[in-house]
């Protein structure tokens, strides 16, 4: 599914992330772990394309990124990747549907209320993202990460804040939502607690 070829991230003539060759399947779970500084946001950034590496390149799905204008890569992203962030990037303005809903590339209003169902979010559905709870803002932006049914789920520390009984739900509503759609998730953290999650682990060293 992802296809990455001598790349490199360089900042101020300091290489931050290099990776010569690596491939992720469809399906499979992607662990970047590994201290604070290692680069894990970075190379997150770079498979979801959101970044441009200093050299080499990624492809997804035989599609490489460089040969990609920005519109058609702001396309793939918007129809195959939906993304957790650490700090939720709601609009707080916005209600829960409103904000879910802008993450749908084809409008469905019945996906989005079957989420918030699911995602116990169903008293809240009205509410203005900044009057939701830190739990219910968490589990809405859940619902936006998978609204369009991606492929593949980026999660950046989606759980480093969370007490342990918070991350497991936290991580099990990823996976449920990623086994429904048939989604790959791949997430960064230096949270070793959410390890055993995932198939396969990149250990990165700062
Ligand atoms: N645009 C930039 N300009 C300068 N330095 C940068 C830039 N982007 C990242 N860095 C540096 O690169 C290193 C890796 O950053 P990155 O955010 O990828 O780390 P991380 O592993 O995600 O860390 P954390 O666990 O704290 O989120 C850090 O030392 C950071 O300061
Ligand atoms: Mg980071």
Known sequence: MFRISNLRFDVEGRTIVSLPEYSIRRGQHLLLLGPSGCGKTTLLNILAGLLKPSAGDVAFDDRAYANLSDRALDQLRAENFGFVFQRLHLIGHLSTTQNIALAQTKP???????????????????????????????????????????????????????????????????????????????AATHDARIKGRFDTVLEMVA
């Open 108 to 186: 469905r209003p019945a996906r989005i209320q079957a989420l918030i169902n699911e995602l116990g979010l169903a008293d809240h559905s009205h509410r203005k993202a900044r009057d939701l709870s830190v739990g219910e803002a968490q589990r809405a932006a859940i619902a936006r990460a998978v609204a369009n049914e991606p492929k593949v789920i980026f999660a950046d520390e989606p759980t480093s804040a969370l007490d342990d009984a918070n991350t497991h739900r936290v991580m099990d509503l990823i996976f449920q939502c990623a086994e429904r759609s048939g989604s790959t998730v791949i």
